[in-house]
């Protein structure tokens, strides 16, 4: 009987009798599995395809485990981290809990104990996305109302066209940005209401750090705690970042203050660097 598949799991050692170990374990349960042997290749795999979680080796030659995890929470920030780590780096894995990783495990451990932190790792997804669906469907239905309440009073077209930097410019009305004089010609970029409202807050507040709760209520229109704040917004930052990202610099653009929340600051991309940063 072909069992149900459960989520799917990466894993990353640079010992292969570890990997083929875990591997074995989890495709047993019912996991989807892939390993792979570098943190240079577990950062390329999560730039093509959805990971749920990763069971990742802190320490490992070239990149390292805490590195592999902080490209993750920027590039696909509902993954879930599980480090294997061995006695000698017990501080780096509390570190690494403190950074927002879910659990670690000391090698050896027992396929139950890896079994049950796999578990509960996602469930523990499952609740933060069913808790941000909850909250993004309120924040549309409450911007629906007030988009309702304000069109009357809307402003020209002309009066939405915000330059950013670069010949870089964005249509708030229409939700697009593009790069040069003439929009008909250039490719655009279509950004969500929700995206286009959180950037129009940004701009409207260039240079000022707000705290997640702030831009939940302003972008989202209702309050929610200091807890659920950053995971609302992390997704949302994440993909217009990558918008942005298609224009020189843009990915800069939105910065992020560690602990508190995010500010915009029009940043112009480097040229001529020896060094890349």
């Given at each position: ?210 705290t997640h709760r702030e831009l939940v209520l302003m972008v989202q229109g209702y309050e ?25 610099g843009g990915e800069a653009w939105i910065v992020n203050v560690r602990g508190t929340g ?16």
């Amino acid at each position: 009987m072909k069992l149900m598949q459960k989520g799917k799991v990466l894993v990353v050692d640079d010992e292969e009798t570890m990997r083929r170990s875990l591997a074995d374990i989890l495709r047993l349960e019912g996991y989807q599995v892939q390993t792979v042997s570098s943190g240079e290749a577990a950062i390329q795999l999560l730039g093509t395809d959805t990971i749920d979680l990763i069971l990742l080796d802190l320490k490992m030659p070239g990149i390292d485990g805490l590195e592999v995890m902080r490209v993750a929470s920027r590039v696909t920030p509902d993954t879930m981290i599980i480090f294997l780590t061995a006695h000698g780096s017990l501080e780096s894995a509390i570190e690494a809990l403190r950074q927002h990783a879910f659990d670690y495990l000391l090698k050896p451990s027992s396929p139950n104990q890896i079994l049950e932190s796999v578990s509960k790792a996602m469930e523990r997804r499952y609740e933060i996305q069913q808790r941000r669906a909850l909250l993004e469907q309120m924040g549309a239905s409450l911007m629906i109302l007030r988009e309702g309440e304000q069109r009357e009073i809307s402003l020209p077209i002309e009066q939405d066209i915000i330059p950013l930097m670069e010949g870089v410019v964005f249509d708030l009305a229409r939700r697009e940005i593009w790069q040069g004089d003439n929009p008909i010609e250039q490719e655009k970029i279509s950004l969500t209401p929700t995206e286009a409202k959180l950037l129009r807050v940004l701009l409207e507040n260039r240079g000022r750090v707000l705290t997640h709760r702030e831009l939940v209520l302003m972008v989202q229109g209702y309050e929610v705690t200091d807890w659920e704040a950053p995971e609302v917004l992390r997704p949302l930052v994440s993909r217009l970042r990558q918008k942005l990202g298609n224009f020189p610099g843009g990915e800069a653009w939105i910065v992020n203050v560690r602990g508190t929340g995010y500010v915009f600051e029009r940043r112009r991309p480097e040229r001529n660097t020896e060094r890349e940063e």
